[in-house]
């Protein structure tokens, strides 16, 4: 025996020391010294353990089995507590697992147990023998260790080669129950791995399903996880068998799996319900064991809600739940139990809505949030403005990350589905003022968005949202908070392009101009000078609009003359209007305009020179026509309005720029453009996508805000458009101009054109699409009758997105529950069945080479749905889906992705149908849709 | 099923790790960090569940040790509870009033204990008792296997001298 003590040598000094303690110094000590010393290490243990690690590495190769194991336990306790990875010593623990010393063989297989993973080991076939050799032991301490060991490496390998070892193990009646059940549990491994095996193991587990069992516990387990990750319904014809065991079993570990079963099996088969309604409800009034119970409110909830007295029973014990005042358990999974029933059934959450108001205050944050979790679910249109408001309060009062959940849900509430819930929108606006005022607030991105969202899509909201800006612009205290400069942003975009609606533009502008505006970043910098800009343009046309009016009042009617200007004016004298003429006239006199232009001029000349280009371009922009004032004679020596000047025409160019109002954009718009005349479709574009690599980002798509002329038209659009925004969102849609997707507020400068950006060349092209567009504009509408709810922009088709999605949700279940069906249904006829999913396969092939221009069609589905956010890569594929014929083949290389997708559910004989209607209707719909598109995608690619 | 079984010292030291689906060593340590800063952070009167990642992660505190488990979202959270709480009593019952050292000095021994009361991430053995019986069973295999290996070094020895 070669004597040698690890941690001490490795160089072979042998010891004399008596012999037990020479084993003992093989094995404990050197694992225990280790443990000691990294304890007691000073500077920590991180820098020991690569200087033990060398050392293991070095004994680890050593021929003495003791020493090897005394070194893989080392390499073990590492592993295991510092997360060291030990899968180079994986053939090390193989070395031992054959060793007759069952200390040296445990540890052995426990180390395997860490180091071999299913997806990294290549040695595990040289396992397989050994472990065959241990399942076939009669010694319970050998079968178990390689039972645990074959489910942890579960790989398909060892599974094919062992399935036989473990199906004799299960049903053999000379193991004992200790080593059967270890190989129950470890049979749904197999079955998992290698679906066709369910065959042979799924009738010895359910031989085991009956009450008194002794593998009952662990059949049970494994039914449940296949119920649960699987397709119920195949297990539906166990329904017997588990109600016999929900019956007459008493223990509760099992009850609990059978009632979890159930809970998934009921919805499918109604008739369920009535028979276990009945031993359920007594399990729940019987049973002190919580768990139980729990579980079988939950089985109520689930399984059948439509039961009235199982429904009253099990939430009369979730209120004992809900109420244990020392058991914040309970009281958690109470709240959350109550979150699967709300839907259909509010009365519940309804009759415990004082105990859920008081977890709001709870100490546990997780209670807290389940909590807020109900009530939002309680919020409808009737009641949103109290709970808001009564939230909005109690937000004041909470730690700051509460605070934030809260003020998260009601804006998540608020804005779901186009502000589906809001009615009074100048309550809502005022509340988001309110809102961010909240000291923990940094949801300022949110608020950001739905601010500038409203605007665009709620015309009516514009005067409220013009007045909550204000009050955010002109605080000082605001701008040093740096979680609300988005929401600034977002204030000083509205109080730009609704200056209108202001009753005191002078002041806005004074707030936009600020000193303290420097605190801010600069992309909101930038918003705020073009804000200026806008405010300063109003300011201008304003004092035109009104002196033009006075002068002509004595001969003409006022507004006629205003209205005809221009389009922020034509405004100023409808009833909406804060500001009526006589107030305007007040507020803008030539000396007021002189103070605003001089307060422009000082303010923004030291970002002339700014580094920001974003900023230093605007501020040079507003300059630029501050320069251009002074060459005007715009005045008269006495400070007088001086009719003959240019300023006329400057007015009305200025009126020109910002007379069109921006509106929300549908996703869709971009498939409704027709390619432009002359525009060449390359069709070698799509190698541009192999060039450029996956990861190319197509820069276009993060631009929101549609573009109409806003920049570049003065010259051609002066009139003003009063129809309402969705109206003018119809008539866009009709002539089909450029737009974008709407994926507006993802950051301050959003709202602006890019230098460079295409879509403007586009629009300068089709100077005919613009004028036909203006034409248009000028036709007499209808207004519309007002309602109780404004009217909130939005399209149709803006879900579309979402619909796809499921179709690539699939599991890979699909074998499985197929092999299951078999056993059930068919019995045990093994090869018919494996032979049967085999022709199922190949008729499935056959259906695909037929379908596989319906497949294209789906995968150009696909394409748009992705192609929404990746424009340039989707665009390029399309391209080559549009080209039919030669390329046909390459659709079916691509298809076969999708194929397999979509096709292992195919496989469910059940889900057959529907899935296959499916698919046509999307075809179909696909039809419709991509006529247009078709021709006109890659536009952007090429400009 | 349990994904895997942590147990955390209150200094955030790992004492033991189990894991029934597969993790990769990265991952491994990623969700140490992860769920030691969540859940050793949480004050002593609140509930026992945490969600994390789409699970739940169970865990309860006795001593100085946090005993976590990792569960499926629909599973029951109270009886991972009671799980929990018999893998504590066996652990007890075994070295006789369980401590921290015990489990570091025996580290393999609770893995041998962990294993007996679960398999595939599922209870195996809700009997205290027979754990216990099988715990001591593979015990005396040890011994015999020491005794006998010893002895024969002994013999070895003795001719040697």
Known sequence: MAGVVPSATAGGSSSNRSASSLVDSLFQPSLDGMIKSLRSAPGGESALIPRFLSEIRREIRSTDNDTKGAALQKLTYLSSIYSIDMAWAAFHALELLPSPNPALKRSAFLAASLCFHPSSTDLLPLATHQLRKDLQSPKFSFSVPALH??????????????????????SSSHTTPHVRRCAAAASLAIIRLVPNYAHGFLPKLIEVLGPSSPLLSAA?????????????????????????????CRDNWVLIKILKIFARLTPLEPRLSRKLVDPICDLMRRSSAKSLVFECIRTVFFGFPEQEAAVRLAVEKLKEFVAADDDSNLRYLGLQAMTILRKDQSWVVEENREAIVKSLADSDPNIR?????????????????????????????????????????????????????????????????????????????????????????????????????????IDPALLGNNHLHRVLSAAAWISGEYIKFSKNPLEILEALLQPRISLLPSHVRAVYIQAVFKVMGFCIISYVNVHIASDSSHDVDKNAGSESLDAFEGDTSKPNSPVGLSRMKELLTSKSITYILNLIVTALAPFSECEEVEVQERACNVL????????????????????????????????????????????????????????ELKENLSDLVLILGKDYIPPLPTISISLQKPFHSEDKETELTTESTSLLAEHRKRHGLYYLPTDKG????????????????????????????????????????????????????????????????????????????????????????????????????????????????????????????????????????????????????????IEDKIHSTTKRGSHHHGRHKHMQKGESRNALLDVAPHTQVVQDLLL | MIHFVLLISRQG???????????????????????????????????????????????????????????????????????????????????????ELDLIFNFHKAYYILDEILIAGELQESSKKVVARVIAAQDTLVETAKEQASSLSNMIAQATK
């Open chain 1, 149 to 170: 060991l074959l489910v942890l490496s579960s790989s398909s390998d060892l599974a094919l080669h062992l399935s036989d070892d473990l199906l004799s193990l299960l």
């Open chain 1, 369 to 473: 949030g389940e909590a807020l979790r109900l009530i939002m679910s309680m919020v409808f249109e009737n009641n949103i403005v109290d709970i808001s408001a009564v939230l909005v309060h109690y937000a004041l009062r909470s730690d700051p990350e509460f605070c934030n959940e809260i003020l998260e849900a009601i804006l998540f509430t608020c804005g779901r589905n186009f502000y589906e819930l809001v009615i009074d929108f100048d309550w809502y606006v005022s509340l988001l003022g309110e809102m961010v005022r909240n000291p923990h607030f940094i949801k300022g991105d949110e608020v950001e968005r739905q601010l500038i969202d409203i605007g665009l899509r709620v015309k009516d909201a514009r005067l409220e949202l013009v007045r909550v800006a204000r009050d955010l612009l």
């Open chain 1, 746 to 897: 993802e950051n301050g400068s959003n709202e602006y054109p890019r230098a460079n950006d295409s879509t403007l060349s586009v629009n300068l092209d089709n100077t005919e699409e613009l004028l036909k567009l203006t034409d248009q504009s000028l036709a007499p509408r209808k207004t519309k009758p007002s309602k109780a709810r404004p009217t909130v922009v939005k399209f149709n088709e803006d879900d579309d997105l979402t619909t796809y999605s499921r179709h690539l949700k699939e599991k890979k279940e699909g074998l499985l529950t197929g092999a299951v069906r078999d056993v059930l249904l068919f019995g045990e006829e093994k090869p018919s069945s494996s032979q049967k999913i085999l022709s199922e396969e190949s008729a499935e092939k056959m259906v695909l080479e037929i379908s596989a221009s319906s497949i294209a069609d789906s995968l150009h589905k696909e394409d748009f749905a992705v192609g929404e956010v990746e424009h340039k890569i989707s665009n390029s594929r399309k391209s080559k889906h549009h080209s039919h014929g030669k390329e046909r083949h390459r659709h079916h290389r691509k298809s076969e992705d």
């Open chain 1, 220 to 248: 049970a387990g494994v039914f449940c996880e296949l119920v649960s990750s699987g397709d119920p319904r195949a297990y539906l014809p166990l329904a017997p068998d588990f109600h016999r065991v929900l019956l007459e």
């Open chain 2, 13 to 99: 030291k790992v004492r033991l790790t189990k894991w029934y689906s597969p993790y990769s060593q990265k991952e491994r340590s990623k969700v140490i960090r992860e769920l030691s800063g969540v859940i050793l952070t949480r004050g002593p009167k609140l509930c026992n569940f945490v969600e994390w990642r789409g699970f739940k992660v169970v865990y309860r505190r006795y001593a100085s040790l946090y005993f976590c488990m990792c569960i499926d979202a629909d599973d029951n959270e109270l009886e991972v509870l009671e799980i929990i709480h018999h893998f504590v009593e066996i652990l007890d019952r075994y070295f006789g009033s369980v401590c």
């Open chain 1, 624 to 679: 630029g026509w501050i320069h251009m004032l002074d060459g005007v004679e715009w005045k008269t020596e006495d400070g007088e309005w001086s009719k003959d000047s240019k300023i006329m025409d400057i007015s009305k160019i200025m009126a020109g720029v910002f007379s069109e109002e921006l509106g929300p954009v549908s996703v869709n718009a971009q498939k409704r453009i027709p390619v432009p005349e002359g525009l």
